[in-house]
């Protein structure tokens, strides 16, 4: 099923001559619906574990390779249903080539080129040990947390290692259980109509 077929159509004038409209019908793509559910919000260690567990979705954590073509195969035998992987983890997921997180190999890459080649080792800031960055830079940081750190106790975040941290942060999903795929389509389908 094709995501898109969904979406209304508008006239618009792609051509853009002036005094001389022509109007195509297209797809809307700028409309969006967000799912009726808060189970994409972050409840790690979190009463809400229970809630989370028992509306639908449970806990992916996505691998290297994993993409949301792969994952919609893997869990509900289709791949054109992987608007359903990203449409189910809500504002996490709105953008799949930024939000999603990086191979490995890529993520090199991308490091490379943000700090250059000589720098991917570089310091990038320290941490104390309960993971509360105490200097970046040059710049002394007031940690957050009770104590602080003592001279000499912290630790080098490298700029690869930082850059891996928030790349790994984006890597635990929702996924849908496929009892629940035809009423999302269907709410969803309902929801771009109105």
């Known amino acids: ?11 618009y004038d792609v051509r853009g001559v002036t005094n001389q409209q ?7 793509i700028t409309k969006r619906v967000l799912l009726k559910s808060n189970s994409w919000k972050k409840t ?12 639908g979705f449970v806990k992916h954590l996505i691998q290297d390779g994993d993409r949301p073509e792969t994952l919609a195969y893997q869990f509900y035998g289709d791949s054109e249903l992987h ?15 930024y939000d999603w997180p990086m191979t490995q190999f890529d993520l090199k890459k991308f490091v490379e080129k943000k700090y250059g080649a000589s720098n991917i080792n570089a310091i990038n800031h320290y941490v104390d040990s309960n993971d509360n960055i105490v200097e970046k830079q040059g710049e002394k940081i007031t940690p957050t947390s009770e104590g602080g750190a003592l001279a000499g106790t912290s630790t080098i975040v ?4 930082h850059e891996e ?3 790994d942060a984006k890597r635990p999903i929702r996924i ?4 629940y795929v035809n009423l999302v389509i269907n709410e969803f389908e309902k929801l771009l109509s109105s």
């Open 158 to 161: 490298t700029n690869f290692q």
């Open 22 to 28: 022509n109007f195509d019908s297209i797809t809307d």
């Open 44 to 55: 790690e260690n979190n009463v809400n574990e229970l809630l989370e567990g028992t509306s």
């Open 83 to 97: 608007w359903i992987i990203l449409y189910a983890n809500g504002a996490t997921l709105l953008n799949p080539y």
């Open 165 to 167: 941290k928030i790349n």
């Open 1 to 11: 099923m094709a995501y898109f077929k969904f979406f209304p159509k508008i006239l």
């Open 176 to 179: 849908l259980q496929s009892e």
